[in-house]
């Protein structure tokens, strides 16, 4: 973004109804008051009756992978220190399945929390998972217009640092979230690369500087106990990194940051317990895309 005054665009001239046209209201791209409904009453009603059938301890700096099957609950919490996590999602009967960052945030905004949902790539685009709960959900957005668990931010990877520092750093989130699907799946790892996307920021603080528009980060307000959790609407194989930026509180894309580990709970509710809650169904749209091939 430029200062208005000083255009990038010189020579052309400020117009004289420049104020005027910068004066129109917003609308939003997607009103979602249409979206299926989410049922946050069910679930938790659901979630008093689960137990814990699997954990998994991600290592600092490293990424594990994880499958919860649709109808069960994962949490994911804060041990030891302030850390951020990068979360990939996928179908897991199918990784061409897989979180849709850009379209969840043209959906809900550009962070998640209770009662918003992560949807899956085109053309499948439905719900595959929902907040339940979320310990952080208090911050809201400070003075800064920043806020937690982003789906604005992409993931830290190596190629970034090269472009920017020339750097050769092998435990961005990109990186060990590809070893930990190529781990969990047998693909070597340049199959496995591929399938990593852009992520949930679990409890990482961002938002966009009002006056440079560029993306920022700032330390974690998680602490050891703080948790999100969430639905599994469809079969889920999950993989989650522990950023090398730690708290993400000055630097990532190396050692220098304080690193923790994340815990991964999965829960599963007792028989019933959900009633006639069905998993959704991909999406509706018939894929002609007014082709008149048959
Ligand atoms: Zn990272």
Same mark, same amino acid.
């Given at each position: 973004?430029?200062?208005?005054?000083?255009?990038?665009?010189?020579?052309?001239?400020?117009?004289?109804?420049?104020?005027?046209?910068?004066?129109?209201?917003?609308?939003?791209?997607?009103?979602?008051?249409?979206?299926?409904?989410?049922?946050?009453?069910?679930?938790?009603?659901?979630?008093?009756?689960?137990?814990?059938?699997?954990?998994?301890?991600?290592?600092?700096?490293?990424?594990?992978?994880?499958?919860?099957?649709?109808?069960?609950?994962?949490?994911?919490?804060?041990?030891?220190?302030?850390?951020?996590?990068?979360?990939?999602?996928?179908?897991?009967?199918?990784?061409?399945?897989?979180?849709?960052?850009?379209?969840?945030?043209?959906?809900?905004?550009?962070?998640?929390?209770?009662?918003?949902?992560?949807?899956?790539?085109?053309?499948?685009?439905?719900?595959? #998972?929902?907040?339940?709960? $979320?310990?952080?959900?208090?911050? /809201?957005? !400070? @003075?800064?217009? &920043? =806020?937690?668990?982003?789906?604005?931010?992409?993931?830290?990877?190596?190629?970034?640092?090269?472009?920017?520092?020339?750097?050769?750093?092998?435990?961005?989130?990109?990186?060990?979230?590809?070893?930990?699907?190529?781990?969990?799946?047998?693909?070597?790892?340049?199959?496995?690369?591929?399938?990593?996307?852009?992520?949930?920021?679990?409890?990482?603080?961002?938002?966009?500087?009002?006056?440079?528009?560029?993306?920022?980060?700032?330390?974690?307000?998680?602490?050891?106990?703080?948790?999100?959790?969430?639905?599994?609407?469809?079969?889920?194989?999950?993989?989650?990194?522990?950023?090398?930026?730690?708290?993400?509180?000055?630097?990532?894309?190396?050692?220098?940051?304080?690193?923790?580990?994340?815990?991964?709970?999965?829960?599963?509710?007792?028989?019933? #317990?959900?009633?006639?809650? $069905?998993?959704?169904?991909?999406? /509706?749209? !018939? @894929?002609?895309? &007014? =082709?008149?091939?048959?």
């Amino acid at each position: 973004m430029t200062d208005p005054s000083t255009p990038a665009n010189a020579p052309f001239l400020v117009p004289s109804d420049a104020a005027e046209r910068r004066a129109v209201a917003p609308v939003i791209c997607y009103p979602n008051e249409t979206l299926p409904r989410v049922d946050l009453q069910l679930y938790r009603a659901a979630r008093v009756s689960a137990v814990k059938v699997d954990e998994v301890l991600v290592p600092a700096r490293d990424a594990a992978t994880f499958k919860v099957p649709a109808g069960q609950f994962f949490r994911i919490s804060s041990v030891g220190g302030p850390q951020v996590g990068d979360l990939n999602l996928w179908h897991a009967g199918d990784l061409k399945e897989r979180f849709y960052s850009g379209k969840t945030r043209a959906l809900h905004g550009s962070h998640l929390t209770v009662g918003e949902r992560m949807w899956t790539s085109l053309p499948y685009l439905r719900p595959m #998972a929902t907040i339940t709960e $979320d310990t952080l959900g208090w911050y /809201g957005i !400070d @003075q800064y217009g &920043g =806020s937690v668990h982003d789906v604005i931010g992409t993931r830290c990877d190596p190629y970034t640092g090269n472009l920017l520092a020339g750097s050769q750093y092998h435990y961005c989130c990109h990186s060990n979230l590809a070893r930990a699907l190529a781990a969990e799946t047998g693909m070597s790892l340049a199959e496995a690369e591929p399938h990593v996307h852009d992520v949930l920021n679990v409890f990482m603080c961002t938002g966009f500087s009002r006056d440079t528009g560029q993306y920022f980060m700032k330390a974690s307000p998680v602490r050891p106990g703080d948790y999100l959790e969430f639905f599994a609407e469809i079969d889920l194989l999950g993989a989650l990194s522990a950023c090398p930026g730690g708290d993400c509180s000055s630097e990532h894309s190396s050692d220098a940051a304080a690193c923790y580990p994340l815990l991964v709970e999965v829960f599963k509710p007792a028989a019933g #317990a959900l009633g006639d809650w $069905d998993s959704p169904a991909r999406n /509706g749209y !018939d @894929q002609s895309h &007014g =082709s008149t091939q048959s």
